[in-house]
């Protein structure tokens, strides 16, 4: 088995090498004239690498399953380079669809993101929980990642017309908030470049503190800034924490989980300020003049129809195979869990999407900024839900 979990490793990470490959030759596409087609050579080379990086990262995915003798979607780690998986897959038929080499440039970006957060957490495999020994498993998780991978070309093709239409030669709320979406991105980096380091540095540290009814121990890999609720430093030569968590922080990782997310945001911001620093522009703006050639009607189109496709495939996984699975897995088929809940929300913004842009006729700019805020729900529920807020879903 060791020697299937190394192979799978070497095909994963050999998938991340030719993404990132990949996404220098779509930048490459930008000024060359053509760049809407795919008759440059650049391009012709960007998408043979996207598909030979899938073709690598689906090896990664068939060899874990034979390791581990169960898909491997059953722990954040794996869901989360499964969810990359989808993404470059749904990006790579959308691509063929409308040939737009500049999404690519923005969706792989986003891929890699995924898929270097997925790293950061332990890649063992684990004999799976009782509640997870179901084949819903497999049908629930997939259909939710594919629906979330479509949804997520929308906020690609959003993101794209955003920066390309918002004025940015004065400062305003629309500048403001295309800002505050590119630090979000940003932070998801400052968070796994901010766990690499001390993972390298094999940093560790050991909390102790009551937890129903008895004294509970919860070792941190990254500096405490944020310490368990009146939890005592065990590790000697290590920072103690800045301030406790509130009591209703609830579950014996909550601490450890908020403590990740704030470093995460103080990590992001300081990458984001240097690059304002070397920039002296807001990001956007130095980022508008390369995207000129960008047909805004085509990416509100491909923004849209990722919706009208997305939307259907998660509504299956997030909601009635979910609502399926938790009739089997606890005997009820919802239960107001945290997962359950922001799956809820994230349903109900995307059908408010749609009704707005068919019956109200939200286009262009509006409805660039509904599908940037839906993903920004999606991610929600992946990062913050996963590491904060403690429920039924924890053993993600």
Known sequence: MGDMVSLSGN???LAFVLYLVATFFFGGTIKDKRSQGTKSLASRIAISLTILG????????????IASAHAPVSNLFEFMTFFGMMLVLAFIIIYFIYRLNMLGLFTLPVALLVIAYASVFPTEISPLVPSLKSHWLYIHVTTVSLGEAILAISFAAGLIYLIKQVDQSKKSK???WLEIVIYGLISTLGFVLISSIFSSLDYKATFEFPFDEQITEVEYNLPAIAGPHEGELLTEDRMSSVFEVPSWMKGVNAAKKFNTLLWSLVTGLAMYLILRL???KRIAAAIQ????KANSELLDEISYRAVAIGFPVFTLGGLIFAAIWAQEAWDRYWGWDPKEVWALITWFFYAVFLHLRLSKGWHGEKSAWLAVIGFAIIMFN???????IAGLHSYA
């Open 11 to 13: 095909f994963l990470y």
């Open 54 to 65: 899938f073709l690598s990262q689906v090896g990664y995915f068939i060899t874990r399953w």
């Open 174 to 176: 629309r500048t403001t």
């Open 278 to 280: 070397l920039l002296r």
């Open 289 to 292: 003049p390369l995207l000129q």
């Open 382 to 388: 992946l990062i913050a839900v996963n590491l904060v």
